[in-house]
């Protein structure tokens, strides 16, 4: 049972190129997220989405798109990076919005733009 | 609006002392509570959650709705433990999860 799958691991970008971090879970789960984790700052949420079909801004979405392609996958869109944007981002999923439902979450992709 | 308040940036203890992690929320409601653990470039995971009311890891978390905290502890750090922690709170109304800044914990010999 894989859980949540995030490509790439790491990737290095220039500024102003764009690029698409990939998420997937196989656990049936309708809400799936994506973080962003700054030294200082925690984990800060970009994007959520309760279920299929439903995509939410969160607290840093500035530079950033998502696509909630299937109940199964969530991507990422950088549509031209920025030094800002160097950070690890994280994808989660949740069984649903409503519950005392846990997050799981992926390995993680370390991206540094330059 | 909801917030996750965690105070100390770095824990520094000595394996066999006691450890206490501090988390404020604000939330008008009543909240899910969560602690979950990131070791050394490894991803998030579930350390508790506070309507289990269990222990893992030897590690404790109360929820106070009066003092709106939900502290992690632990009577005797063990080496292992030395992590990253970061409080959670989610929202029943908002679906959303929302993380405190994090806790470094470093427990020394």
Redesign the interface.
């Known amino acids: 049972n894989a859980g ?1 799958t995030q490509t790439p691991k790491f990737q290095v970008l220039k500024t102003g190129q764009s690029m698409t971090l990939q998420c997937a879970q196989d656990m049936n789960h309708n ?1 799936m ?1 994506w ?1 962003r984790q700054d030294p ?6 970009i994007y ?1 989405s ?1 279920s299929e079909g439903t995509t939410d801004k ?1 607290e840093v979405p500035n530079g950033y798109n998502v696509s909630r392609l299937n109940k199964r996958e969530f991507s990422l869109r950088l549509e031209s990076a920025a030094p800002s944007q160097t950070s690890v981002y ?1 994808c ?1 999923s ?1 069984e ?5 439902t ?2 799981f ?4 992709t370390r991206l540094t733009v330059v | 609006a909801q917030r996750v308040t965690q105070p100390e940036k770095l824990l520094s203890v000595f394996k066999g002392a006691p450890v206490e992690l501090k988390c404020n929320y604000s939330y008008s409601g009543s909240p899910e509570l969560f602690w979950y653990v990131q070791y050394s470039r490894q991803r998030l995971q579930l350390l508790l959650r506070h309507i289990s009311r269990e222990s893992i890891k030897g590690f404790t978390a109360d929820l106070n709705k009066g003092e709106t905290s939900f502290h992690l502890k632990k009577p005797f750090a063990q080496e292992e433990d030395s992590a990253m922690y970061y409080c959670a709170l989610k929202a029943p109304d908002w679906g959303k999860f929302q993380f405190g800044a994090g806790t470094q914990v470093v427990v020394t010999p």
């Open positions: 949540v809400s997220y973080y200082g700052m925690g984990l800060r949420l959520y309760a969160g994280f989660a949740s649903g919005p409503v519950g005392n846990e997050a979450f992926g390995q993680g």
